[in-house]
């Protein structure tokens, strides 16, 4: 089997595992204390969780705090649903944004999606006439999910801060793999995309700035979000990005040798989305009279997508597709390969001759 489905989840670094299996240890062992305990086992799992935090924090802006949650959806929900005014987003965000629409209107506040350009990139003219003082935050991926496009954040920004708002980044796709923006005032991560365990994420949050918690309990992680951590979770998370920081320019410069070669596998299908601002670890294709979903099917022995894996059982065209001016027919024959760390080049040339021969036969 042949993985490429990197924007759906990555594989665990033996180094998260390798973290993760002290915390994990248990009733012999030391490693089962809840790290919100005072006695030795608690402080020393509370270090852990500590120390991931540190290296989990490297990786962002400077002047600000890391707050753990379940995952980005969670973190992404924390700012949106409590926010003091209307929310403008862009109709290429991931669902985690774009479904808050009803609660966030529930409560007297608008919530707009504004278009993008054909390449996929957030419509800066568009969100210039949109946003007004009453606008609280701007919510923008770094880089899409489904089809790589990285959205000009500090041009966003900058229309943010002319009207008094706050930019909320889904940064999920672009951790641990290139520099975060700098003129974000909240970040959404999660550990799974950056070959961290599941289940874990984290909002990066700039100093001064409050919102009101989702989850009451316990006051843990400052307030704004209740609940036991898990020691092993965190754990894993902070080898991830540790390694992710060590890592960066060399699985750069790998994916970026991937992303050549891949195109030339590919040859005459078209690309969807700016083949110029974009991850390089995102091919997203398609081509015109396929069958996306059969080919999934009849090319069974390699791992790869049509989307999003959030929308994957709904049976509808992508909305990101369609956001860039595709057709239906268009996005039903569009396909997402996704590779990073773990990708061999050999592996590549493997799944491309399957993808193809399977696209091959269905012209018959």
Not at 216 to 245: D, H, I, M, N, W
Request: with cysteine; aromatic share 6%; charged share 20%.
């Amino acid at each position: 089997m042949i993985y490429l489905d990197y924007q759906a989840t990555t594989p665990l670094a033996p180094e998260a595992r390798d973290a993760m299996l002290r915390w994990l240890d248990g009733p012999d062992g030391q490693g089962f204390g809840n790290p919100h305990s005072a006695h030795k086992m608690g402080r020393s799992a509370a270090a852990a969780v500590e120390l991931a935090r540190d290296r989990v924090a490297a990786l962002m802006p400077p002047g600000g705090t890391v707050v753990f949650t379940s995952g980005a959806t969670e973190a992404l929900n924390m700012v949106l649903r409590g926010a003091s005014g209307d929310v403008l987003t862009f109709a290429t965000e991931h669902s985690a944004v774009r479904d808050c629409a009803a609660p966030v209107e529930k409560r007297g506040r608008g919530f707009e999606i504004l278009p993008v350009k054909p390449d996929g990139r957030a419509d800066l003219s568009a969100l210039r006439g949109a946003a007004t003082k009453d606008t609280a935050i701007i919510a923008a991926m770094m880089v899409n999910n489904e089809i790589g496009t990285i959205n000009p954040l500090g041009d966003i920004a900058t229309i943010a801060r002319e009207n008094g708002a706050l930019v909320l980044c889904d940064a999920v796709q672009a951790y641990g793999r290139m520099e975060i923006a700098g003129a974000c005032d909240f970040i959404a991560i999660s550990a799974h995309k950056i070959h961290g365990p599941k289940g874990i994420g984290a909002l990066w949050m700039r100093d001064g700035l409050e919102i009101d918690p989702l989850l009451y309990g316990g006051g843990q992680e400052g307030g704004v979000r209740s609940g036991t951590l898990s020691p092993a979770l965190c754990a894993g998370f902070g080898a991830a990005a540790k390694l992710a920081q060590e890592r960066m320019q060399d699985d750069a410069d790998h994916i970026a040798a991937l992303w050549v070669r891949a195109r030339e596998l590919f040859d005459g299908w078209e690309l969807n989305g700016s083949a110029d601002a974009r991850w390089q670890g995102n091919l997203n294709i398609r081509k015109d009279g396929l069958d996306a979903a059969r080919l999934i099917s009849d090319a069974r022995s390699v791992c790869f997508s049509a989307g999003s894996a959030c929308a994957s059982g709904s049976g509808r065209p992508s909305h990101v597709l369609k956001a860039i001016g595709l057709e239906d027919a268009q996005a039903k024959s569009s396909i997402r390969l996704g590779f990073g760390r773990y990708t061999a080049m050999e592996q590549l040339d493997r799944a491309a001759k399957v993808i193809l021969a399977a696209a091959k036969a269905q012209e018959v």
